[in-house]
């Protein structure tokens, strides 16, 4: 790395992906490089802190979970739209008060809430430490805040906490 270009496997993918998207030519490839060559220095000063892992070892079963959730999160969806009382389904907003403070816990359970469908991580109060979430199909609120309380606050509490 030096410092002209941080990251220089950024800044080549970036110049590749550029020209893929708007076609081989002297400007696109000029134009293509400052703009890598600048992203790849931005990145620099956004570089996050190396989160810690407490318990690594959890991730697996973390992973695993997920995956099952956004298996049978899919097959719900497809019922609610394909279903025949697809008109009676109400969505809602629900708002759950967090423990989990850690930033990149918080980030995995953005990733993990929006990545499943039927639910979309609105907004993160991080005052108040709540997080206002879009339920496709909702039925009982508590439910869903002790879903995702126990389900994966929990498992990330512990992971970086």
Excluded at 1 to 18: E, F, G, I, Q, Y
Excluded at 98 to 103: C, G, K, V
Excluded at 143 to 154: F, G, M, T, V
Aim: net charge positive; aromatic share 6%.
């Amino acid at each position: 790395m030096s410092r002209a270009l941080p990251h220089p496997v950024l800044a080549a993918s970036l110049l590749v992906m550029w020209i893929l998207l708007n076609g081989f030519s002297l400007g696109h490839v000029m134009l293509g490089s400052v703009i890598a060559i600048a992203a790849s220095n931005v990145m620099v000063r956004l570089q996050p802190a190396k989160p810690s892992l407490r318990r690594w070892y959890l991730i697996p079963k973390l992973v695993l979970i997920v995956l099952v959730d956004i298996w049978r999160s899919n097959v719900a969806v497809a019922g609610v739209i394909l279903g025949p009382d697809r008109g009676q389904r109400t969505s809602g907003f629900i708002t759950i008060p967090l423990t989990l403070r850690h930033r990149t816990g918080l980030a995995v359970l953005a990733c993990i809430l929006t990545s499943t469908p039927g639910t979309a991580w609105v907004e993160y109060n991080a005052s108040q430490s709540t997080l206002l979430l879009h339920v496709l199909d909702l039925v009982d609120e508590e439910h869903w805040i002790s879903l995702i309380k126990n389900r994966y606050e929990r498992l990330l509490l512990e992971i970086f906490e």
